[in-house]
């Protein structure tokens, strides 16, 4: 049976912050991961976008994250278990669209496009077209941030469970000095949201700084 990374990180805490180290390097078993599958996509011609914390981490915000999250079309995602299961890659159960690199145990999630953040309830707000809503980072296909904030904050506002998101947004604002007027580069259902945290992140550094 495959050990997983998080198993891997449970089970010897030296080597987990060796790998937290490492991941802030772009050198560590997550990044390897994303690497060898996003390769192995091109190989394949699979268009793929990175979402999730791997893009946050590209455009400057760098959090340590144990998956590679990838938006895909719903063709694409069955090509992909079609091409690569057994080959270098195991689903953690039987049917699940998610799959797991054979050699780190690193989780690769995927996400589909058409289907709606958070909850899955339709709403304003759905997951783009991969060969549509990229932009190219360290020659890797990325979602743009708006878009991340756009699906971030959607999925946040569906409520319990999903509260990170909200978090992960808020902390984009702070640490890449996001300006009130981003938010009119987002969808009208969560502009609103964006306005909320961003008042919150200014009041805070002002509390800070008083």
Known sequence: ????????????????????????????????????????????????????????????????TEDVDLLVSRDALREIHARLEGLGYVPPFAGSKQLRDAVTGVRIEFLVTGEYPGDGQPKPVAFPDPTECFTIIDDLRILPLPKLIELKLASGMTGAGRLKDLADVESLINVLDLPADFAQQLNPYVQSKFDEIWQGVQKGRSEHNS
């Open 1 to 64: 049976m495959m050990i997983t990374y998080e198993q891997k990180l449970n089970r010897d805490v030296r080597w987990a912050f060796r790998e937290g180290a490492m991941h802030f390097d772009k050198d560590n078993s997550v990044h390897a991961s994303l690497q060898t599958i996003t390769k192995r996509l091109r190989e394949l011609n699979i268009p793929y976008v990175v979402v999730g914390g791997m893009a946050m981490f590209f455009h400057g915000y760098r959090r340590f």
